[in-house]
């Protein structure tokens, strides 16, 4: 059996991985290749997955449709040429007796169908917590917004046409609730979690210095990975930074700066140090990694890792964040996090309104950094809400094991063609 992957986007690829790695490990393991119809697919290459086709990063950084200007960026960098030769790759490997597995939002699966091949969707982006929770609708101010939910579903029509298709041979939506949507159009959705929650244990070390007594409170920074707007947000934290340390100058507070690779610390480290914090020589924080750079004003410390993202969330307390899968992980594991509007092209606004739909009570939306410390004290003098946290986050992102779960099923649907 040959299996094609296609996605579109980092946090796609991320996850499309694991469920290749699990797919690899299967008793009849199929050849596997990758497709990644968005930027380079770097997490395909880190993991030796083989990429097919062309694969060409846009302007837009995959974030086409929140912005006309950046699909005509898009268009004059060469989009319609690498989606037509794309979609060529695709049709070719149906030809060659292949499959497809479509990660991400309506692009993949569209292609999926295009190919002509059997084919199966994890879909990553949408949810029917966006539109409902388990009590019933959400409320929603404008017509526009009522209208998202005319069709009945997050998935409109179109797209449950594409799930609905005989060759599509399995849909695997994040959540439950989703799940249970999908199944009233007769979808074959099977309800197997959330690979985003794979692959989060944290280090032996990261678990012994939990376990220490009178720990301090412990915040995980979240900015983002896409530059430049990574450093506009990384601008707005240190704002709320500096807020805290006035709120709360007598208690220990430890911030842990979970930086994507992709970023250079150099821009971060020098607002950090405009706003007087001092690099210290010493990293006595995350001893396994040594490019770790520690900072310290009064009595708080400030970290920057690109190594050990887990233990930055697993350590924390809570979370200020401007992210998107980095947050819904950080909710994943029971944890509260407060968000702050940015400037785009991700973290807009309206993209931060939709998260705090999507994680539910989770989330903590305020919209200025000076806004942040009255936040935090609020959920510290709530014990009760901090465990109605703790179920709900890990009610909607789902437990461990999704991908190997997933790569199981898989391994069925297609494995009946191949029988």
């Known amino acids: ?44 290459i880190n993991h030796n997955i083989a990429i097919v086709g062309p694969v060409k990063p846009m302007p837009s950084g995959g974030f086409v449709y929140m912005d006309g200007r950046q699909l005509a960026r898009d268009v004059k960098g060469g989009l319609l040429q690498l989606t037509l030769a794309q979609i060529k790759i695709v049709k070719t490997w149906a030809k060659e007796g292949g499959v497809i597995l479509a990660v991400g939002d309506i692009v993949p699966l569209l292609f999926a169908w295009l190919s002509g091949a059997p084919y199966a969707f994890v879909g990553t982006a949408k949810s029917e917590y966006y539109l409902r929770d388990e009590v019933g609708p959400l409320p929603r101010n404008s017509w526009f917004e009522k209208m998202e939910a005319w069709s009945g579903s997050v998935y409109l029509p179109w797209e449950r046409w594409l799930m609905s298709r ?99 610390l150099d821009k971060l480290r020098e607002p950090l140090e405009a706003q007087a914090w001092r690099l210290s020589t010493t990293n006595h924080i995350f001893s396994s990694d040594p490019t770790a750079l520690c900072f310290t004003q009064r009595k708080a410390t400030l970290v920057l890792t690109q190594q050990v993202f887990n ?45 705090t739909r999507l994680l539910g009570c989770s989330i903590t939306l305020v919209q200025q950094p000076a806004q942040v410390p ?31 779960r997933i790569a199981t099923q898989l391994a069925q649907q297609f494995g009946k063609l191949h029988g």
């Open 166 to 264: 005989p060759k599509c041979r399995a849909v695997f939506p994040r959540d439950n609730l989703t799940n249970a949507g999908l199944k009233r159009w007769s979808i074959p959705a099977f309800d197997l979690g959330n690979p985003m929650m794979d692959s989060l244990e944290p280090s032996a070390a990261a678990i012994a210095t939990k376990s220490q007594e009178n720990p301090p409170l412990t915040i995980a920074l979240l900015p983002g990975s896409r530059p430049p707007e990574a450093y506009a947000n990384w601008h707005q934290i240190i704002q709320a930074i500096a807020r805290m340390l006035e709120t709360f100058p007598n208690r220990p507070l430890l911030f842990l700066g979970a930086i994507a690779p992709g970023l250079d």
């Open 311 to 355: 233990d930055c969330l697993h350590l924390a307390d809570l979370a200020i964040a401007m992210a998107g899968t980095a947050t819904e992980q950080f909710v994943g594991l029971g944890k509260p996090a407060i968000t702050l509007p940015g400037q785009g092209p991700q973290f807009t606004p309206a993209f931060a309104e939709a998260q």
């Open 1 to 44: 059996m040959k299996i094609l992957c296609l996605s579109n986007g980092h946090g796609e690829d991320a996850i499309a991985v694991r469920i290749l790695q699990a797919l690899q490990q299967q008793p009849q393991a199929p050849e596997i290749a990758a497709l990644p119809l968005v930027g380079k697919g770097q997490a395909y």
């Open 374 to 404: 009255k936040a935090i004290e609020a959920l510290l003098s709530n014990p009760d809400r901090l465990q109605i946290i703790a179920d709900n986050g890990q009610h909607r992102m789902g437990a461990p094991g999704a991908a190997q």
